[in-house]
């Protein structure tokens, strides 16, 4: 199993600011996830993030709007960035310790709201 | 067409009641398949992974039909605590292996 310690839990932000949500694991793991849910809307998945390269986004995200880092293999971070209020969201970060062939585990998530 | 498709609900049952999610997938390349469970408020859990020959967990049978590309969830004697959100989640070989998401199907068991 994976625990992911994510913060912060939740956030209230100005549209046009950014904010970081960061992601520790207590173990190494090759990939990371970063996933929105928007009210009642399924995950939806942001970019993978694998350490020591740039992070694959999925269509319709881009690098300069949900900028990621990964600088070792326990942790990584997700910026939203010059945020506006459809940006209010669920961001959750995930792993999958044993490469896709078993369980993914998921950080509690943040709950940003932009106004 | 979305990738996994679920029934959202809701669905309000009595405790004891027996009942019965459904899930469809369009890519043919899935290769893995899961239920997981989500709270209100609270990350996703898994629940039970999906085999081809069906499996059972307690109260929880999970069955996929690869043909017809279809996954159900069956719950059994529900329970109060069995109230939350069911998320259909298919594996997509290649690339990364990312999970796909059902939008969930929300389940209310009363007493």
């Known amino acids: 199993s994976a625990v992911i310690s994510q913060k912060p839990s939740r956030d209230i932000c100005q549209r046009g600011t950014s904010l970081t949500i960061q992601c520790q694991v207590d173990s190494q793991v090759t990939m990371m996830f970063w996933y929105r849910q928007q009210p009642g809307q399924s995950l939806t998945l942001i970019a993978t993030?694998?350490?020591?390269?740039?992070?694959?986004?999925e269509s319709g995200f881009v690098i300069d709007k949900f900028p990621i880092s990964r600088p070792n293999l326990t942790f990584s971070t997700l910026t939203v960035s010059n945020m506006s209020p459809e940006d209010s969201s669920i961001y959750l970060c995930?792993?999958?310790?044993?490469?896709?062939?078993?369980?993914?585990?998921f950080g509690q998530g943040t709950r940003l709201t932009v106004v | 067409r979305k990738e996994v498709e679920q029934d959202p609900g809701p669905f309000n049952v009595p405790e004891g009641a027996t009942v019965a999610f459904n899930c469809t997938y369009s890519?043919?390349?899935?290769?893995?398949f899961f239920w997981y469970r989500q709270d209100c408020r609270k990350e996703p859990k898994l629940l039970m992974s999906?085999?081809?020959s069906g499996n059972e967990d307690g109260r929880f049978t999970a069955q996929l039909n690869r043909a017809s590309q279809y996954i159900s969830l069956l719950i059994r004697d529900s329970k109060l605590s069995d109230s939350a959100t069911y998320l259909c989640v298919v594996r997509v070989s290649g690339g990364y292996n990312k999970l796909i998401f059902g939008a969930g199907t929300r389940l209310a068991v009363h007493p």
């Open positions: 890519n043919s390349a899935s290769q893995s």
């Open positions: 999906v085999y081809s």
């Open positions: 993030a694998n350490q020591g390269s740039e992070a694959t986004y």
């Open positions: 995930s792993v999958d310790p044993h490469g896709g062939r078993t369980e993914a585990f």
